[in-house]
């Protein structure tokens, strides 16, 4: 199993370009994730997805939007990037309540 | 408003001695709490997840505990190696039922 997976490892996109970042899980779990991470401010939430077909607002959702294409693939979009948007993303999934979550490596994204 | 509070500082130690990291949070009614670790450059890997109706939990060289009545929680690496040299996060259940949210995680160097 590759567990939580995440492209591309590494962006860099210019003010105002949009960009996907994809995720994907083998572990059949309900529940996914993103967060982003900046140095002292740990690790805060942006959407999440209890389940296939929902998805809800987590701390900092605002400039992102969500899909959960399906169970296994749940991805998020800048539409215009602004230099704010530069942190590191994890994608995270987690098969039920009380359970843990599994993230995947990160995408580093530095906008310009 | 909510707030997971963990030590900002660094936590050096020397190996063999016993490390204790502390989340404080305010404002919570936790069903449960996890634990995380995080090395450079990677995602959080869970450690230890603890119910608000257990006072400890233990697996291996680790140990949590969980005090719903001072609000904090603790963690103790026991006889400690420098391959323990990470951040620690730890993380409290939102209680919607499917979010967590993250203290900013505790930096610890375990020095030969």
């Known amino acids: 199993n590759a567990g939580v997976t995440q492209t591309p490892k590494f962006q860099v996109l210019k003010t105002g370009q949009s960009m996907t970042l994809q995720c994907a899980q083998d572990m059949n779990h309900n529940s996914m994730y993103w967060y982003r991470q900046d140095p002292g401010m740990g690790l805060r939430l942006i959407y999440y997805s209890a389940s296939e077909g929902t998805t809800d607002k987590g701390e900092v959702p605002n400039g992102y939007n969500v899909s959960r294409l399906n169970k296994r693939e749940f991805s998020l979009r800048l539409e215009s990037a602004a230099p704010s948007q530069t942190s590191v993303y994890f994608c995270?999934?987690?098969?039920?309540?009380?359970?843990?979550?599994?993230f995947g490596p990160g995408t580093r994204l530095l906008v310009l | 408003s909510q707030k997971i509070e963990q030590n900002s500082e660094a936590l050096n130690i020397q190996e063999g001695k016993t490390a204790t990291l502390t989340c404080n949070y305010t404002?919570?009614?936790?069903?449960?709490l996890q634990w995380y670790r995080q090395d450079p450059g990677r995602g959080p890997v869970f450690l230890l997840l603890?119910?608000?109706?257990?006072k400890e939990k233990r697996k291996e060289r680790l140990k949590v505990t969980f005090d719903t009545t001072l609000k904090q929680s603790l963690f103790h690496i026991t006889a400690s190696q420098p391959a323990d040299s990470a951040t620690y996060l730890c993380?409290?259940?939102?209680?919607?039922?499917?979010?967590?949210?993250f203290g900013k995680g505790t930096s610890l160097l375990v020095t030969p």
């Open positions: 995270a999934s987690m098969a039920g309540l009380e359970e843990t979550q599994y």
């Open positions: 603890i119910r608000e109706n257990e």
């Open positions: 404002n919570y009614s936790p069903a449960y």
């Open positions: 993380a409290l259940d939102v209680r919607s039922g499917y979010a967590l949210n």
